[in-house]
T-cell receptor, first 113, second 116 residues
């Protein structure tokens, strides 16, 4: 079963607008990661936020984590057509050591010019 | 620097045939993973290998076997393919799994497998 669930499932915006997607998870975690997948390609790691961090930035990406609500958000500022992709959050499976990541079903982002 | 390489990229099988999907990484990573991706289902973990010499089942292991051949290579075998195994298969690797949190994973570009 999915540990993380992204919301919305799909998002369409214009170039220059900001895109926000959310992830909710069920159990305690060590860290939460966000990945991007372009059509026909493998996933690419974007950013990792640890359970003791509340916010992290990387270029035009801003990730927040609220462990009390078991949720995270990914904000992409000043979107470009090249940001069109699916975005996935991933968390540890139940926060146990030695276990692998569990991915959500993803948010599909379309950025039109 | 190739990263994670998967072969083949595409394959069509008939029900009951067997095949092995190959995966190799050149990043000296300890942990390797096999996922399948189906429409509307996201990525689901089939098997993973936290370190050379160990393998563990993931969420959907039935119908699959794996071999961690050495530190670089991790293969996935379908012994008797079924139409339900039609999917896109991704291999990934990371420095390590577990511990104080899973490390970022690096993915190959997938094998698109159709079973008729």
């Amino acid at each position: 079963s999915q540990q993380g669930e992204e919301d919305p499932q799909a998002l369409s915006i214009q170039e220059g607008e900001n895109a926000t997607m959310n992830c909710s998870y069920k159990t305690s975690i060590n860290n939460l990661q966000w990945y991007r997948q372009n059509s026909g390609r493998g996933l690419v790691h974007l950013i990792l936020i640890r359970s003791n961090e509340r916010e992290k930035h990387s270029g035009r990406l801003r990730v927040t984590l609220d462990t009390s609500k078991k949720s995270s958000s990914l904000l992409i500022t000043a979107s470009r057509a090249a940001d069109t992709a699916s975005y996935f959050c991933a968390t540890d499976a139940g926060g146990q050591a030695g276990t692998a990541l569990i991915f959500g079903k993803g948010t599909t982002l379309s950025v039109s010019s | 620097n190739a990263g994670v390489t998967q072969t083949p990229k595409f394959q069509v099988l008939k029900t009951g045939q067997s095949m092995t999907l190959q995966c190799a990484q050149d990043m000296n990573h300890n942990s390797m993973y096999w996922y399948r991706q189906d429409p509307g289902m996201g990525l689901r973990l089939i098997y993973y290998s936290a370190s050379e010499g160990t393998t563990d089942k993931g969420e959907v292991p039935n119908g699959y076997n794996v071999s961690r051949l050495n530190k670089r290579e991790f293969s996935l075998r379908l012994e008797s393919a079924a139409p339900s195994q039609t999917s896109v298969y991704f291999c990934a690797s990371s420095y390590r799994a577990g511990g104080r949190g899973n490390q970022p994973q690096h993915f190959g570009d997938g094998t698109r497998l159709s079973i008729l």
